[in-house]
Structure formats: C-alpha cells, structure tokens
C-alpha cells in the first residue's frame, strides 16, 4: 500500500491541474509533492497527510497571511494544497482509512516528531492566537532544525534532562 497511497494522490494533483488548466508536468508535480513530503517528514506511507491539509485549511480560514506564512515553511506549492481542499481524492477504503489517518504509529514520536505535531493539530485550540503560535514554532523548528539534529551542536539527552529539571526547579521556587 505504500506507494500506491502516493501515486493516488500524484494522480489526483495531475487531474486537478489538468481540470484548472495548470500546464505543469508529472515530474514536477511528483518532484513538488516529494519536497512537501519530504520537509514535513511524512511516514513513506503518507498516513494521515490529510490531517496536514486540514491544518492548513485552519489557517487559512483564520488569517491568509497565516496561511501564506505556514505554506512557505511547509514548502507546499498552492496548486497542491488547492487540490486537496478544493476537490475529494477518490482512494479505496485502505488508503482513505490511511490518509485521513489522525493518530501516529509506534515509534513516531521519535522517529518524525515534527509530523506528529502537524498532524495531531486538530486536537489543539484551534483560535487565531494558537494558530499564530503553531506558525511561529513551525517557522523556528526550521530555523533551528539543523542544530537539532547535528550530534555535535545538539544538546545531549542527558544533558536535556538536567536542564529541563533544573528549569522546573528555578520555576517552581
């Protein structure tokens, strides 16, 4: 089911440009879908992506410039995201069960935390001020992604533990 979940919904933004008259090609479509996926950390088999678009169609029912912010960090181009909100995929039951998927896998939470988050949103407040601090978290995790995951800039985990105890310390003295 792995890839046929993709080639489903590579399909469905084919026929959606197609249908508005978008002269992009296939390779463009997948190398632009690939790059999406790709910054969100999506699982290979693209479980619960539809949850990422719900977020987005949030923020932009909430603020467009919220919107057109999350969008540029998310590097999802607009005919993509308009493929998804402007027309249903027609999958088969696995796959619909899939994509719309809203809870992660084992092992997620450490392996693509950050996709996670994106898609677990619909749990969080869902007002103009929560959505504006998602959208500045998600602009700082890709400023500061980098010294994340670099062992030789990244803090240590012991060394978070410390730190996180100490602070919880300080603010409950």
Request: glycine letters at 4%; proline letters at 2%.
């Amino acid at each position: 089911m792995t890839g046929t979940l993709k080639v489903k919904l590579l399909e469905h933004i084919e026929l959606y440009c197609k249908g508005v008259n978008l002269e992009i090609s296939i390779e463009d479509i997948k190398s632009d879908f690939d790059d999406f996926t790709s910054r969100i950390s999506a699982p290979e088999d693209l479980s619960g992506l539809s949850q990422v678009f719900l977020l987005l169609k949030r923020m932009n029912d909430a603020s467009q410039k919220l919107w057109e912010f999350t969008k540029s960090e998310l590097c999802l181009p607009e005919y993509i995201y308009y493929a998804f909100n402007e027309y249903g995929v027609e999958l088969d039951a696995s796959s619909r069960e899939s994509f719309n998927r809203s809870t992660y896998k084992n092992g997620w939470c450490n392996e693509i935390p950050f996709y996670v988050l994106l898609i677990k949103s619909y749990e969080y407040k869902q007002d103009s001020k929560s959505l504006n601090l998602l959208a500045n978290f998600i602009g700082n995790y890709f400023k500061t992604i980098h010294t994340l995951i670099d062992p030789e800039l990244a803090t240590s985990y012991l060394a978070s533990i410390n730190l996180a105890g100490s602070a919880s310390i300080i603010l409950a003295g």
